[in-house]
């Protein structure tokens, strides 16, 4: 069975740091895609950012939102994806879901969707 | 950036309705559309990728159809399960965005 679960959400300041995790199950983690979603509270759903599979280098894209200040990166002997957030601000504050893609053809799609880890950012 | 708009923001329908949600992107992305179907404090759920064809286990009275920049995620036969919150994305290229979503609720 497919599993992603995300952890490492809390309260954090602004201007804050916080790491978050996704560990992967049940499927060849270090042959896929992976991505990180976000929710913002009562709000619709937002890409954040993406790293590519070994075979692509591990290359990562990221919203303009979040470039320059949000990290993703992977370790794939752990079968994990992890979320490195900086210089945080308010308008960060959403629940951060950890997503799995998968390609049919030449571009990838969101399939298989964690939980989610909440993160606020308020003083 | 790609925009996807989708309509209507919110509807009501019964139980055994046919309801039929659009979607429509700012530029063409082929069929590279899909839609996730997301209920109250849970994850999204993938439904339709290739903008019509059906993710494993997905009731087949969920269809979707178009390209270019007009589709639509039609349910052929609502049952209670299906009230939700549904949501187009694109991923023909960078960023990926999604759909404002569509509340279906119960009439």
């Known amino acids: 069975e497919v599993q992603v679960v995300e952890s490492g959400g809390g309260l954090v300041q602004p201007g804050g740091s916080l790491r978050l995790s996704c560990a992967a199950s049940g499927f060849s983690f270090s042959d896929h895609y992976m991505d990180w979603v976000r929710q913002a509270p009562g709000k619709g759903l937002e890409w954040v950012g993406r790293?590519?599979?070994?075979?692509?280098?591990?290359?990562?894209l990221y919203a303009a939102s979040v470039k320059g200040r949000f990290t993703i990166s992977r370790d794939d002997s752990k079968n994990s994806l992890y979320l490195q957030m900086n210089s945080l601000n308010t308008e960060d504050t959403a629940v951060y879901y950890c997503?799995?893609?998968?390609?049919?053809?030449?571009?990838?799609?969101?399939?298989?969707w964690g939980q989610g880890t909440l993160v606020t950012v308020s003083s | 950036d790609i925009q996807m708009t989708q309509s209507p923001s919110s509807l009501s329908a019964s139980v055994g309705d046919r309801v039929t949600i659009t979607c429509r992107a700012s530029?063409?992305?082929?069929?590279?559309l899909a839609w996730f179907q997301q209920k109250p404090g849970k994850a999204p759920k993938s439904l339709i990728y290739d903008a019509s064809s059906l993710q494993s286990g997905v009731p087949s009275r969920f269809s979707g159809s178009g390209s270019g920049t007009e589709f639509t995620l039609t349910i052929s036969s609502l049952q209670p399960e299906d009230f939700a919150t549904y949501y187009c994305?694109?991923?023909?290229?960078?960023?990926?965005?999604f759909g404002q979503g569509t509340k279906l609720e119960i009439k």
């Open positions: 790293s590519r599979n070994k075979a692509n280098s591990y290359t990562t």
């Open positions: 994305q694109h991923y023909d290229s960078y960023p990926l965005t």
């Open positions: 530029q063409g992305i082929s069929n590279y």
């Open positions: 997503v799995r893609s998968v390609n049919y053809g030449p571009r990838f799609t969101l399939d298989y």
